[in-house]
């Protein structure tokens, strides 16, 4: 085998995040495994690992694998506990008084760039072909928005309450197997919140923040 350079082994490992369903948790095969996937070397697989490690984009765990995201705050007992004490509604009543102020935030701070991210990942949230690629760039949307608060407690926060939510298993709720139908109400409301955070309007996003996760909470209710 050729070896790849640097940036190709990068940029095969990013296409196979975008496009690749992972298992719960979003955890990446065995480096021999994706290496023979994606046919490049272990040694420079690594280093684009550490790369994306360094952006914010996996995590690794020692003894447990890599995973898609940034690592969540190192209090897993914790979680674990509020894991047996929580549902999926209590969940999604935590979001509703949490996330429209860190829309707020984002309105105030977000970057170009960070604008840019967003409205790609609304673009492939409604062109994911699964549920589960779906979900992938439904919480990176929600995870950049925190992101553009410019605030590392509230993003930290926001990563704790990800993952009880993970934990919680969301999953057990879908009533349709294959994909989201094309004029599935997050989509509209996605572009909402987007936009009023591109246009600096503070009062907005928290609106349109707001009137989503309620959109969310009331289909899950109906599935319960």
Not at 37 to 55: C, I, P, W
Not at 83 to 92: A, D, G, I, W, Y
Not at 154 to 178: E, I, K, Y
Request: with cysteine; net charge neutral; charged share 25%.
């Amino acid at each position: 085998m050729i070896e790849a350079s640097d940036a190709v082994v990068l940029t095969r490992l990013r296409d196979f995040l975008s496009t690749t369903e992972l298992a719960d948790g979003g955890r990446l095969p065995p480096e021999r495994e994706l290496a023979q996937s994606l046919d490049v070397g272990r040694a420079a697989l690594r280093k684009a690992l550490a790369t994306l490690q360094a952006e914010g984009t996996v995590w690794r765990h020692v003894g447990k694998g890599t995973f898609t995201g940034e690592r969540p705050i190192d209090t897993v007992a914790d979680i674990n506990a509020m894991v047996q004490r929580t549902n999926p509604l209590e969940v999604m009543a935590a979001r509703i008084a949490f996330e429209p102020e860190v829309a707020r935030y984002a309105a105030l701070h977000a970057t170009a760039s960070q604008v840019a991210e967003m409205r790609s990942c609304v673009l492939k949230a409604q062109q994911a072909p699964t549920w589960r690629q779906y979900e992938q760039w439904d919480n990176k949307l929600h995870r950049t928005i925190g992101e553009a608060s410019q605030n590392s407690l509230l993003l930290g926060l926001l990563d704790t309450l990800n993952a009880v939510r993970r934990a919680v298993n969301w999953g057990r709720l879908r009533d349709t197997p294959v994909r989201p139908p094309a004029d599935h109400h997050s989509f509209e409301e996605h572009a909402r919140i987007v936009e009023a955070i591109a246009d600096r309007d503070g009062a907005g996003a928290v609106d349109a923040m707001r009137r989503h996760l309620r959109s969310v909470e009331t289909h899950m209710r109906n599935r319960i």
